[in-house]
């Protein structure tokens, strides 16, 4: 593993969106990078980022690639970019040598717990950078709940309260998990997510959440806006990892889809879509559909106008790009991130999404470790980045 001060690696313009300031030399303007390396003896207050000045990246555990999760600083879907100017091409093949920035950059403890995974990162309306991502609720830890964060840079978070909770909804919605956050057209904060009341069958659906505001209070839907049930040709049982693009003024959302959650010979899961002519409020299922972003990945519009697909594919996190939402994909050929192991990567390198910040492409995905007692065992946010200037 080598260690790369960011301002070597990115020009220090763009750099300004990571860590405090960059001088002429190249360096960190706080002169040092701090991070987590023994798990066992990380920040115990859950109230963020394992260190406050994330200057230190890594190159390691193979090269990565994303692209955005909202270019247009307001979490609606677009192909532009307020937040700066961005090149009206990107080169894909570029897109396979990433830098991680070391560390958990959100980590978030309940009752001794770590749990900050799924984040979906955009910006608000007002261009503050926000993620919603599950985690437990400190008043309801039993379940699983839809929560908030903010950032003053890409890599330095806060965590924020619990948006959707355990008892804010019926008993099919206890637990909520893989959410997506969209701006409606009228203005109305929007969540995706799925719901299901038991961690042992897993049986969920997707629902709807909607607010005036972003912090809440939400209003939550009864009815899912997917179903469980036959979806074209396959009956499907569980849903995972929604994800949102608009093209043409038609929505498109595509998710993981599973015919059952026992894992056996008989256990299937295949990329589905639906589509959306009214902004959300209903959707059509289109079935199975060839669109990479299974296992739990995401879809993404990015400043070109193109979508990027990635996902949790065999050896690591896979990356495509198409002109329009239903494809045809072109893939890169390796994975774009594999895991890097110890601590923060032991058992998962899951739910990524891309983000565009001027000219950086910044990959969000989750770690986790819950196998190997060496070290601490939880789920939490990391990141890599890469330049697409």
């Known amino acids: 593993m080598r260690t790369l001060s960011l301002c070597v690696s990115l ?7 990571l860590s405090p300031g960059c ?16 798990a066992s003896t990380g ?16 190159s390691s555990g193979g090269s990565t690639s994303t692209s955005s999760g909202n270019t247009s600083g307001s979490g609606s879907e677009t192909g532009s970019s307020e937040t700066g100017e961005v090149p009206v091409t990107i080169d894909l093949d570029a897109l396979q040598d990433w830098t991680r920035v070391e560390g958990r950059i959100l980590y978030d403890v309940v009752e001794g717990y770590p749990a900050a995974a799924d984040a979906h990162v955009f910006r608000d309306e007002n261009g503050e950078l926000s993620a919603i991502y599950s985690g437990a609720d400190p008043n309801e830890p039993d379940y699983s709940a839809i929560k908030l964060a903010r950032a003053s840079e890409p890599a330095v978070w806060e965590i924020g309260d619990a948006l959707l909770n355990g008892t804010d909804a019926p008993a099919e919605q206890l637990n909520k998990e893989t959410s997506f956050y969209r701006l ?3 203005g109305t904060h929007q969540i995706y997510y799925i719901g299901y009341d038991d ?52 929505l498109y959302m595509f998710y993981c889809a599973w015919n059952q959650f026992e894992e056996n010979d008989d256990l299937r899961v295949w990329v589905h879509g639906a589509t959306s002519d009214d902004d959300g409020d209903t959707w059509t299922v289109l079935g199975e559909v060839d669109v ?11 400043p070109d106008g193109l979508f990027y697909a990635v996902a949790q594919g065999e050896g690591g996190i896979t990356l495509g790009r ?26 998962e390198l899951n739910t990524p999404q891309l983000h565009f910040e001027d000219d950086v492409l910044f990959l969000y995905y989750s770690g986790a470790n819950y196998s190997d007692v060496n070290y601490e065992q939880g789920w939490w946010t990391m990141l890599a980045y890469t330049s697409i200037e």
Do not use: H, W
């Not at 020009?11 to 969106?17: E, G, I, R, W």
């Not at 001088?23 to 991070?35: H, L, Y």
């Not at 329009?324 to 032991?346: D, F, Q, S, V």
């Open 11 to 17: 020009p220090c313009a763009a750099l300004l969106l």
């Open 23 to 38: 001088d002429d030399e190249g360096d960190a303007s706080t002169g040092s990078s701090t991070t987590d390396t023994d």
């Open 43 to 58: 920040p115990v207050d859950g109230t963020g980022s394992d260190t406050t000045n994330p200057s230190g990246g890594s």
């Open 184 to 186: 409606a057209a009228d």
């Open 199 to 250: 961690e042992e069958t897993y049986r969920s659906q997707i629902f709807r959440a909607e607010s005036a505001n972003l912090e809440g209070p939400y209003t939550v839907q009864v009815e899912p806006s997917i179903a469980r049930g036959l979806q074209g040709e396959n009956d499907i049982q569980v849903m995972t990892s929604p994800s949102i693009v608009e093209d043409d003024g038609t």
């Open 292 to 302: 990479p972003v299974c296992m739990e990945g995401a879809l993404t519009k990015g």
């Open 322 to 347: 198409a002109d329009e939402p239903l494809g045809a994909y072109e893939m890169l050929p390796e994975p774009i991130l594999t895991p890097a192991g110890p601590p923060y990567e032991i058992d």
